[in-house]
């Protein structure tokens, strides 16, 4: 997630996984993606047009996060509120940025993220 998105559009995927070794393996060998690692808890994927992230933690069923990039966390933060999304997780920092997670009307999970 270290290059800067474009504001509204989605950004990245990341997969909840228990074994990041194990998936790295299996999306190496299955779709040939190429992987940089940035601790043990995370890793970025590319397949070759978009990048996304495996990450150690709770396993979620119902598929990836889809995470969207702001330019101004707060701002996209305040207009998701007003538009009914519930925060599920505050803002936190992580290298090359900050993001929060956020609950849409039928309860899917998502992210939005900023280098700001």
């Known amino acids: ?31 040939g993606w190429s992987f940089t690692d940035y601790g043990p808890q995370y890793c970025e994927f590319s397949d070759g047009r978009l990048t996304g992230g495996l990450t150690t933690g709770t396993v979620r069923p119902g598929g990836p996060l889809v995470i969207l990039y702001a330019d101004d966390l707060a701002a996209t933060q305040a207009r998701l509120e007003a538009a009914g999304a519930r925060i599920v997780r505050e803002t936190f920092s992580f290298p090359g940025g900050r993001r929060f997670h956020f609950q849409d009307p039928d309860g899917y999970e998502l992210a939005v993220w900023s280098d700001k």
Request: aromatic letters at 12%; glycine letters at 10%; charged letters at 25%.
């Open 1 to 31: 997630m270290g290059q800067k998105g474009v504001d509204r559009q989605i950004d990245n995927i990341e997969f909840a996984v228990a074994d990041i070794a194990r998936s790295k393996a299996f999306y190496g060998a299955a779709f």
